[in-house]
């Protein structure tokens, strides 16, 4: 059995437990959380601790999968925690993904440890898409719609603005420009042509709503490249119209093989529940982390280094008979 531990335990946290109780060569051992333990309801009957015990556990986890969030935890988590276990996470800030492996590398490798990054579904199931749709069909041009859907990351950035309480952020294709790129047609498209963000905001007592407006329309990497729409609402509202957490997407990749011989690839995700999916891709990718560890294939690793294989509780001989 594999034991797992999770760091962080909100919605990410609570889809990763999921997923692992479904994972039959897999046993859950604790759950550690920057809370007080005691306060902490969770849906198995995993021991709580407190991250500040996350060291106590460095012989006891075998993979350590980290649910924080990419804007201010995981760049300090990740490669703090390769130090001491084998690590998954989702960091999710693509323009930052290349600065995030090289710091996660150097303390993965130095320790013989294996850490897997920006796993999920964009980056990770998106990722690999981009890279068969470019490698079966070079002479093409991909592109990535997200939503409509709640960006678990971006939900995360807009909650650590001061002042505010409570926030949903939802991701939305431009319906224009997915018609003209699934017409085989190859524009040229910037963020801000392709999505909208809608961003429902539950604000602190006194809170500034000018403030937290102009700081969420202006931080990069999340929202200053867009058009972005803040709607000012209350936590009863909030919990009312905007409980779930649903999202998907599509990666489109169109080109040609020979003149006038055209073809499209299309990969989509529809998901009633953006976080226990994320969490079920974090957890195939913490079998493949355990697996490369066992293998001494030590350092940071990303979707990219992976082969199926090492994802699925299955013999291979078996995927050969019945899947390939």
Not at 188 to 214: F, G, M, Q, T, W
Not at 251 to 258: A, D, K, N, Q, Y
Request: charged share 25%; hydrophobic share 35%.
């Amino acid at each position: 059995m594999i034991r797992i531990g999770i760091c962080g335990y909100g919605n990410l946290g609570r889809g990763v437990e999921k997923a692992c109780l479904q994972a039959k060569d897999m046993e859950l051992c604790a759950i550690f959380t920057r809370r007080s333990p005691s306060d902490l309801k969770v849906e198995s009957n995993t021991p709580v601790y407190n991250t500040k015990d996350l060291e106590k556990f460095k012989d006891k986890i075998d993979v350590m999968i980290l649910c924080g969030g990419s804007a201010t935890d995981l760049p300090k988590q990740t490669p703090e925690l390769a130090q001491w276990f084998n690590v998954v996470d989702s960091f999710d800030t693509h323009a930052e993904i290349f600065h995030h492996f090289t710091n996660v590398h150097e303390n993965a490798e130095k320790n013989q440890k294996v850490a897997i990054i920006s796993t999920g579904w964009d980056p990770g199931l998106f990722s690999l898409n981009r890279i068969l749709m470019e490698a079966v069909l070079p002479n093409g041009t991909d592109y990535t719609f997200w939503g409509k859907g709640v960006s678990q990351g971006h939900s995360d950035a807009i909650r650590r603005i001061p002042g505010v309480a409570d926030a949903r952020q939802y991701t939305i294709p431009k319906e224009k420009a997915l018609e003209v790129v699934r017409s085989g047609m190859q524009p040229e498209l910037s963020v801000r042509d392709k999505h909208l963000r809608d961003c429902y905001v539950v604000l602190k007592e006194n809170a500034n709503p000018n403030e937290v407006e102009n700081a969420i329309k202006t931080m990069p990497n999340y929202f200053a490249d867009y058009d972005t729409y803040v709607h000012f609402i209350t936590k009863e509202e909030l919990e009312k119209n905007h409980k779930g957490i649903p999202h998907g997407g599509f990666v489109i990749r169109t080109g040609e093989t020979s003149n006038g011989v055209k073809h499209k690839l299309e990969f989509q995700l529809e998901l009633d529940s953006n976080p226990e999916f994320t969490g079920s891709v974090m957890v195939a990718y913490a079998r493949a982390c355990y697996r490369l560890a066992c293998e001494k294939d030590f350092g940071c690793k990303t979707v990219f280094d992976i082969a199926p294989k090492y994802l699925i509780n299955e013999e291979y001989s078996s995927l050969l008979k019945h899947t390939l």
